[in-house]
């Protein structure tokens, strides 16, 4: 399963570039608060998205593949949140949101496919 293993790879990447992007951050109050939740949202994509790897059903790729979508929403927001408030510039957080968006677009409709396929 090839795509599979494209997406481990995809969403390890997502979580190495989350890290280094943390490490950009300023050392404030509110970069660090930030920083920590984007950092533990954005590494979480890749981990659970593993575990949906290791699914026993259909019933547990589903809810699995609902974390993964729960934390990459919610990298999403954080990296959102670190531009409205001007901690970093848009075009520091541009990239890491788009793949945001995009893994949340793509493990979305794997659900959805999960879901229609189950109601044969």
């Given at each position: 399963m090839q795509r599979g293993?494209?997406?481990?790879?995809?969403?390890?990447?997502?979580?190495?570039?989350?890290i280094l992007f943390c490490r950009t951050l300023p050392s404030t109050f509110e970069g660090r608060r930030l920083g920590g939740q984007l950092f533990d949202s954005g590494t979480s994509v890749g981990s659970n998205y593993r575990a949906v790897c290791r699914a026993r059903s259909r019933a547990d790729f589903i809810a699995k593949l609902g974390l993964v979508i729960e934390e990459a929403d919610e990298s999403e927001f954080w990296l959102d949140l670190i531009t409205v408030t001007s901690i970093m510039p848009a075009s520091a957080t541009r990239a890491l949101r788009q793949e945001a968006f995009e893994l949340v677009a793509i493990f979305t409709a794997s659900q959805k496919t999960a879901r229609e396929n189950g109601k044969d």
């Open positions: 293993e494209d997406l481990k790879v995809r969403t390890r990447q997502f979580a190495i570039d989350v």
